[in-house]
């Protein structure tokens, strides 16, 4: 079996090079000189309510996480901050989204809560934040006028229209399998049946001797029986029509905070002239690339969507390159300082996180 450490070197490997490809072909027709010529000249003063509102951002991730974690346990804020801050420092500063199961993790240890019915709550947060892309999506195709002609070459890839409406479908399909699966599990009528088939599973190895399949059912199958219905608990969200409305209140808020950040940047960003609605469209284009493999903080795929985002709109590419490094810089590095702020507070360190 492949260690821990190896698969976190091989993510690592894999993503360095997929990045390293992205921003080659990003920036290989921007000459260098000019790029940081167009950095001296950006007016760094817009940098301050443009990561205010990103950080804002967070702080109704943090809300609606406890929101959603109601059934589980009521978490007040700090508790829920501390976990949900050092998951988003990991992710960037680690490879394979560790901090994904890190929060959890995290969670569980501080607060003595059943680690997989935390887990499903994270779940049910993920879910929602596709969601509400694809629905995103769909309005930006809608109301924005989009050259199909515009064609950028990175990694290999000819990123279009065409493209992007193809990893939509996607990205639909995939959300559209969990949200049943969510479902299913949520509800004790399904969920009894689920367990049911568990169960019985061992009974299909007919090749094995009875004493070994029976091993098997109370070792294993019986665990993972166990590990659904502990699941089904951070799912009970769902069951509230009154807190899964606020929820999907609170994502549209934080979506377009993200939006907005982008937004009060440009003004500060030379030759850059988009509208809200198309600073939040190059957001989208970013967040749905960056669910590609890629190196910690996802360095050059970042900078890749956001050009290509930005050009959509007949921004120049040296432009669009110089206002997306400096988004991606100062969008996060405040993740990456608070979240180690927020583990020494709490006396984690990143090796332990980590674990």
């Given at each position: 079996?492949?260690s821990?450490?190896?698969?976190?070197?091989?993510?690592?490997?894999?993503?360095f090079?997929?990045?390293?490809?992205?921003?080659?072909?990003?920036?290989?027709?921007?000459?260098?000189?000019d790029?940081f010529?167009?950095?001296?000249?950006?007016n760094?003063?817009?940098?301050?309510?443009?990561?205010?509102?990103?950080?804002?951002?967070?702080?109704?991730?943090i809300?609606?996480?406890?929101i959603?974690?109601?059934?589980v346990?009521?978490?007040?804020?700090?508790s829920?901050?501390?976990?949900?801050?050092?998951?988003?420092?990991?992710?960037?500063?680690?490879?394979?989204?560790?901090?994904?199961?890190?929060?959890?993790?995290?969670?569980?240890?501080r607060?003595?809560?059943?680690?997989?019915?935390?887990?499903?709550?994270?779940?049910?947060?993920?879910?929602?934040?596709a969601?509400?892309?694809?629905?995103?999506?769909?309005?930006?195709?809608?109301?924005?006028?989009?050259?199909?002609?515009?064609?950028?070459?990175?990694?290999?890839y000819?990123l279009?229209?065409?493209?992007l409406r193809?990893?939509f479908?996607?990205t639909?399909?995939?959300?559209?399998?969990?949200?049943?699966?969510?479902?299913?599990?949520?509800?004790?009528?399904?969920?009894?049946?689920?367990?049911?088939?568990i169960?019985?599973?061992?009974?299909?190895?007919?090749f094995?001797?009875?004493?070994?399949?029976e091993?098997?059912?109370?070792?294993v199958?019986s665990?993972?029986?166990?590990?659904?219905?502990?699941?089904?608990?951070?799912?009970?969200?769902?069951?509230s029509?009154?807190?899964l409305?606020?929820?999907?209140?609170?994502?549209?808020?934080?979506?377009?905070?993200?939006g907005?950040?982008v937004?009060l940047l440009?003004?500060?960003c030379p030759?850059?002239?988009?509208?809200?609605?198309?600073?939040?469209?190059?957001?989208?284009?970013?967040?749905?690339?960056?669910?590609?493999?890629?190196?910690?903080g996802?360095?050059g795929?970042?900078e890749?969507?956001?050009?290509?985002?930005?050009?959509l709109?007949?921004?120049?590419?040296?432009?669009?390159?110089?206002?997306?490094?400096?988004?991606?810089?100062?969008?996060?590095?405040?993740?990456?300082?608070?979240?180690?702020?927020?583990a020494?507070?709490?006396?984690?360190?990143?090796?332990?996180?980590?674990h």
């Amino acid at each position: 079996m492949i260690s821990f450490k190896r698969k976190a070197l091989l993510s690592l490997v894999v993503g360095f090079l997929f990045s390293a490809l992205a921003l080659y072909f990003t920036l290989k027709n921007i000459p260098l000189a000019d790029l940081f010529t167009y950095l001296q000249r950006i007016n760094y003063f817009w940098i301050i309510p443009s990561m205010f509102a990103a950080l804002l951002s967070y702080a109704v991730r943090i809300w609606r996480w406890q929101i959603i974690m109601f059934p589980v346990k009521r978490a007040g804020f700090m508790s829920a901050f501390h976990p949900l801050a050092i998951g988003f420092m990991l992710n960037c500063i680690l490879p394979g989204r560790i901090g994904e199961i890190a929060r959890p993790a995290i969670y569980y240890k501080r607060e003595n809560v059943d680690f997989f019915k935390v887990v499903g709550t994270v779940a049910i947060e993920r879910v929602i934040d596709a969601l509400c892309l694809l629905v995103f999506f769909i309005f930006i195709l809608a109301t924005i006028t989009i050259d199909n002609s515009l064609d950028v070459t990175f990694a290999g890839y000819h990123l279009s229209p065409e493209l992007l409406r193809k990893l939509f479908m996607i990205t639909l399909g995939v959300s559209i399998a969990l949200t049943v699966i969510i479902i299913l599990i949520s509800f004790s009528r399904t969920r009894r049946l689920i367990n049911k088939i568990i169960l019985k599973l061992p009974d299909t190895l007919f090749f094995m001797n009875s004493h070994v399949r029976e091993t098997m059912r109370v070792r294993v199958f019986s665990s993972v029986a166990h590990y659904v219905e502990h699941l089904s608990v951070g799912f009970n969200v769902l069951k509230s029509p009154g807190y899964l409305v606020l929820c999907l209140a609170q994502s549209i808020v934080l979506w377009w905070l993200l939006g907005l950040s982008v937004w009060l940047l440009a003004i500060g960003c030379p030759g850059i002239h988009i509208t809200i609605l198309q600073a939040f469209a190059v957001e989208i284009i970013i967040c749905f690339a960056i669910m590609l493999p890629s190196v910690p903080g996802y360095w050059g795929l970042w900078e890749a969507a956001g050009v290509f985002g930005l050009m959509l709109f007949g921004i120049p590419a040296n432009a669009a390159a110089g206002m997306i490094l400096t988004y991606h810089f100062f969008h996060l590095f405040p993740i990456i300082a608070i979240g180690l702020v927020s583990a020494m507070i709490i006396g984690i360190d990143i090796n332990q996180a980590t674990h």
